[in-house]
């Protein structure tokens, strides 16, 4: 995630940042899978042990991975209900996008549900998640590299402005080519949305099976981190088109960064909340479940309601719902809301995010810091996003960006930061 520019300073501290976060992100990922499920769950400290090899490779979880790959492609490539275009690239031209994602999660459903009918054992899947990613994780390894090697003939103009530093271990890292695709299959667009987002609810539910087999039945914290994540992941998917225009579409390379975060990051660490009710169960009342619910609806309302407006202000300015609110003007011809949501803080689309974090892990309790680590991990991400895209606002609209930081002085949270 760099700014444009030949001379652009490295992100993460360089080749060396990003071969530290390379080994520092697995490592991370396996540790978490480890302590979720031992008994004192403590997020800082040793882990329980050290797996070996056979607890972590297995040929059946490999073949797993690509078969879920090559399901999630297939539904990629189905007839879509529309072809979106995505942002004008430098060579001026717009690829051209499927947006079925949402049909892709309501065929998987189908599909488990059938499988489970069929015999599938959904709730042996928890079981397996340890050999599941580091076959993700090594998939993750060849896939970024067989990215890289495609991106040395790729022409100059398909490069993307922060991942062509001349270091083959930073570029490796932080990808060199834009929208690496194969016809109409795009892979950055494909795993972002697709095989991770729809893996982690697959988990979530294979898990909340699990806790029925053990329990009697899943417990009201387990419904809840359920439906609130599946809420995420299918407003996500529904709201397909929105993903065109982040930075990661529209600025990075794909690289191991973004591959590992999307295949391997997503599924088994978002569905950490899942993982640690399956072995420390919570009581949660009805008050307490309720407020949570509330929690959970304000952070998606702003969430929503933020995105919404700005990516219906960006597709038509005179939209009757956005045409009321105040803008400055910039030099680039686009304009900026300083009222709605964009006039509350400068990212409120991160404030609801934010918002929903916490409510995925109150229903795990106060006894461990383990069920929060999304919540922190996601504030740090969140701040480090903001304060690139700030950068690049800075070098796009200038001394309107300026005005825009004088008018709307607080960037997530208000009064606070
Ligand atoms: N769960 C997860 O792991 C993650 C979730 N997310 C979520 O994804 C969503 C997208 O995030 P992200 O792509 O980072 O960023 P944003 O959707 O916030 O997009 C930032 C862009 O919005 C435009 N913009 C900024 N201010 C204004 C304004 N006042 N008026 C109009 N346009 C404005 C600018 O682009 P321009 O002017 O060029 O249109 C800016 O570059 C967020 O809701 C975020 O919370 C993101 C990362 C990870
Ligand atoms: C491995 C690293 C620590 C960082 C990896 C970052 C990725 C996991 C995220 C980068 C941007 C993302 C977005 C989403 C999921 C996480 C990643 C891939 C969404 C698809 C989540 C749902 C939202 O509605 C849209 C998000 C766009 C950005």
Partial sequence: MAPHG????????GPLG????????????????????SG?????????????????????????????????????????????????????????????????????ALLAGLGVLAGLPLAALPE???????????????????????????????????????NPIYDFFMGRELNPRICFLDFKY????????????????????????????????????????????????????????????????????????????????????????VHHPQALGLPMASTICLINAIGYYIFRGANSQKNTFRKNPSDPRVADLETISTATGRQLLVSGWWGMVRHPNYLGDLIMALAWSLPCGASHLLPYFY???????????EAHDERQCLQKYGLAWHEYCRRVPYRIVPYIY
């Fill in 128 to 166: 397996m998640l340890l050999p599941l990613a580091f076959a993700a994780t090594l998939i993750a390894f060849v896939f970024s590299l067989l990215l890289y090697l495609k991106s040395q003939v790729a022409p100059a103009s398909a490069l993307a402005p922060g991942g062509s530093s001349g």
């Fill in 18 to 37: 990003a071969a530290a976060l390379m080994l520092l992100l697995p490592a991370t990922m396996f540790y978490l899978l480890l302590v979720a499920r």
């Fill in 6 to 13: 030949p001379r652009a300073p490295l992100e993460f501290g």
């Fill in 40 to 108: 004192p769950a403590r997020l800082l400290g040793p882990p329980p042990y050290l797996p070996g090899l056979q607890a972590l490779w297995s040929p059946r979880a490999l073949l797993l991975c690509l078969a879920w790959l090559g399901l999630q492609a297939a539904l990629y490539l189905l007839p879509a209900r529309k072809v979106a275009e995505g942002q004008e690239l430098k060579d001026k031209s717009r690829l051209q996008y499927p947006i079925n994602g949402f049909q892709a999660l309501v065929l998987t």
């Fill in 375 to 385: 919540l922190l991990y996601f504030t740090s991400l969140l701040v480090h996003r």
């Fill in 190 to 277: 494909f795993c972002e949305l697709r095989p991770g987002l729809i893996g982690w609810v697959l988990i979530n539910l294979a898990l909340l099976v699990q806790e029925a087999e053990l329990r009697g039945s899943p417990s009201l914290a387990m419904w809840l981190v359920n439906g609130f994540q599946l809420l995420y992941v299918g407003d996500a998917l529904w709201h397909e088109e929105a993903v065109l225009t982040t930075m990661d579409i529209t600025h990075d390379g794909f690289g191991f960064m973004l591959v590992f975060g999307d295949l391997a990051w997503v599924p088994f660490t978002y569905s950490l909340q899942a993982q640690f009710l």
